[in-house]
Nanobody
Framework: QLQLVESGGGLVQPGGSLRLSCAASGFTLDYYAIGWFRQAPGKEREGVSCISSNGGSTTYVDSVKGRFTMSRDNAKNTVYLQMNSLKPEDTGVYYC?????????????????WGQGTQVTVSS
């Protein structure tokens, strides 16, 4: 059974940092692009970033460019999202998803396996 599990969320003050992890079980992440998505209360789910299967390409939504960084450790079957300079508008449930993609994408329809999400709250 393919499973993705997010961790690392929490409450942080504006300007703070968090590192989210996305761990896979039941399959290897090596062949999959991994995306991070978030959903704030009352808002649509938004694509945040994506990393290619070999880690050679990444893409970020404009609102997080320069603040968020994705990386992957295929040996640990885990992908990370380092979030710095967090803002209140970054608050939401963050989901990771795996897609059998040749390119990076932040389109949710391109991803077939999803985690259960981890809450990130940025507030003073």
């Amino acid at each position: 059974q393919l499973q993705l599990v997010e961790s690392g969320g929490g409450l942080v003050q504006p300007g703070g940092s968090l590192r989210l992890s996305c761990a896979a079980s039941g399959f290897t992440l090596d062949y999959y692009a991994i995306g991070w998505f978030r959903q704030a209360p009352g808002k649509e789910r938004e694509g945040v970033s994506c990393i290619s299967s070999n880690g050679g390409s990444t893409t970020y939504v404009d609102s997080v460019k320069g603040r968020f960084t994705m990386s992957r450790d295929n040996a640990k079957n885990t992908v990370y999202l380092q979030m710095n300079s967090l803002k209140p508008e970054d608050t939401g449930v963050y989901y990771c998803a795996a897609g059998d993609l040749p390119v990076v994408s932040v389109n949710a329809d391109d991803f077939g396996s999803w985690g259960q999400g981890t809450q990130v709250t940025v507030s003073s």
